[in-house]
């Protein structure tokens, strides 16, 4: 399966923004879409994950409450809204697909987007 990220871009804190990932190829209902992210400097991390129809989610606690996600199986796209943006949120958004239920860490996604900036300003 092939992924593409977008939605990315410059927001102040306080904003919000949606991603997008958007997927061709395969069967999409059958992965789980995860959401992970690389700050400049640091490892790449854990954000959020979906399973095959969203039945289970998943948050990183910096993001609980603030971030969430979501896909649509018709449509082959997975989204993660974002919303009270904080500087501490800037990095590089990636997302991934895993035919792995419940696939939380990065090694049980073996499918990746490209990755979309987001910054967010003070």
């Known amino acids: 399966v092939q992924l593409q990220a977008s939605g990315g871009g410059l927001v102040q804190a306080g904003g919000s923004l949606r991603l997008s990932c958007a997927a061709s190829?395969?069967?999409?209902?059958?992965?789980?879409v995860g959401w992970f992210r690389q700050a400049s400097g640091k490892e790449r991390e854990f954000v959020a994950a979906?399973?095959?129809?969203?039945?289970?989610?998943y948050y990183a606690d910096s993001v609980k409450g603030r971030f969430t996600i979501s896909r649509d199986n018709a449509k082959k796209t997975g989204y993660l809204q974002m919303t009270s943006l904080t500087p501490e949120d800037t990095a590089v958004y990636y997302c991934?697909?895993?035919?792995?239920?419940?696939?939380?860490?990065?090694?049980?996604?073996?499918?990746w987007g490209q990755g979309t900036q987001v910054t967010v300003s003070s």
């Open positions: 190829g395969g069967d999409f209902s059958s992965y789980s």
């Open positions: 991934a697909a895993s035919p792995v239920f419940n696939a939380r860490a990065s090694s049980w996604y073996p499918y």
């Open positions: 979906a399973s095959w129809s969203a039945e289970s989610t």
